[in-house]
Structure formats: C-alpha cells, structure tokens
C-alpha cells in the first residue's frame, strides 16, 4: 500500500484478521494500522494491507502501545504518546471497508469538563484547570471530534467551541437543550419544544413536545417525550 509500515507495539484480532498496533516508525509516533488475513498465505501480498489512520475525526491518531481490543464489531487502539501523552482512543468498525475514512472514529479522553459554582465550563487536563469561557451555561453536550455545544443559561442562546479554531460561536436560537455528534451534525430543542436539526443552517427533525436529549455513538438523536416516552431515531439507510 506505499506506506511506511514499521514500529508497531502489539497485535490483535477479531477472527478474520490479525491488527498490528502502530507505536514509532524510527522517526516519529504513526499511525499506520497493519492487518494480516488469518488462514492466508503468510508471504502473499494479498495478506496484508494497510490504512493510515494517523488523522481521525480532527485528532492526531498516532503512537499507540498494547494489543487493540475487539468488542465484537470495533476494535479499539489504546492511546500512548503521539508527540506527547495522549488520551486519544481509536476504534475501526470491523464491518465496514478498511481503507474508508468513514470506518474509523476517535475520542480524546485527556481531559475532562465541569459546570463549575459559576456556571462557567471548565476543563482539567492532567491536573491543570482552564476555563472553557466566560459564559454561565445550563447544558453541555461534547462531539466525538472534540466539538462542544452549551446553552447560556440567562438567554438560552446555543454555542458551539470548536477545536480547530479554540473558539466559540452562537448558533442563536432559544434552547432548552442540546446533544452535539460533531461540527456538522448538531441537535438541540427548541422553546418550541421540538427537536431541530443544525449543521450550518437549522431544519426541524421531529416535533414534540421533548423535554431532554442526548445523541448516541452513531449519531443517532435519543429523546425523552413529555409524556416521559423515549425515542431513538435511527438512520434506516
């Protein structure tokens, strides 16, 4: 596959293939994930292939250490040093195309978010506390790709923080709650008590009246009704 597959730190299965664990090239911490057909011929190169996997979901996926763990459909690459200390997760759906970007998703564990005493957000990465912004907010909601959504808790305006810029941005609206999946796929309800849609422009997904929300790992919008009823809305395509 023209890339430079050296420097890995374990393996792991899901019973169809063996996944090499990408740690140091000689160079630099990577992200190249290795896998081996089981059962096939060892020195056909039709055995192995290979997947940069060193950028996901905005995050830098590289440096890993240990055997990855299979759960039955993902497999999950343990975070080590990518540069520095990481606490960036890695997972491959084992059900899906190797070589496909859409197959591959990521979370950075490093640091943890609160609602402080000031109803400002903070965030405490290895010990050492920052506040996320000035702001006194009523609900937190955080992305796969490190996205996050809050609702001010005086005008009910929705705000998104986004890594790649480390800033916030109104989205406006009057909320009373929000789940964020990523920069591009937002939920929240509104006064109305519906439950709308955001990815750069607003569309309704589903009307209520709703009272609570969260989005799954999928992506997938789960709300809570006023009759106290819960929905998961599943993508059927």
């Known amino acids: 596959d023209s890339l430079n597959c050296k420097g890995y730190s374990g393996v792991g299965t899901d019973g169809q293939y063996i996944y090499y664990t990408p740690y140091y090239n000689g160079s630099s911490p990577h992200g190249v994930v290795l896998r081996q057909k089981i059962y096939a011929v060892f020195k056909d190169e039709d055995t192995w292939e290979a997947y940069n996997a060193g950028s996901v979901d905005g995050l830098t996926t590289t440096g890993f250490f240990g055997s990855p763990i299979f759960d039955g459909r993902y497999m999950y690459f343990v975070p080590n040093n990518n540069g ?21 998703d990521a979370v950075n564990l490093s640091s943890i978010y609160v609602v402080g005493g000031d109803l400002a957000l903070w965030r405490n990465t290895y010990g050492t506390w920052t506040q996320m912004s000035s702001h006194q907010i009523t609900k937190v909601s955080i992305g796969a790709d490190g996205t996050i959504g809050a609702v001010d808790n ?49 569309s309704l997904f589903a009307s209520g009246p709703f009272i609570s929300l969260s989005v799954s790992y999928d992506g997938c919008p789960a709300v809570v009704a006023s009759t106290g009823a819960p929905y998961i809305y599943v993508n059927s395509s």
């Not at 520095?84 to 859409?102: E, H, M, N, W």
């Not at 810029?165 to 939920?187: E, H, Q, R």
């Open 84 to 104: 520095s200390a990481s606490g960036i997760v890695l997972r491959y759906d084992t059900t899906q195309p190797f070589k496909s970007a859409g197959s591959w």
């Open 154 to 202: 005086s005008t009910g305006e929705g705000l998104i923080w986004s890594p790649d810029t480390s800033s916030w941005i109104s989205i406006g609206g009057s909320l009373k709650d929000i789940a964020v999946f990523s920069s591009t796929a937002i939920y929240v309800i509104g006064s109305d008590d519906n439950l709308w849609f955001y990815d750069g422009s607003w």
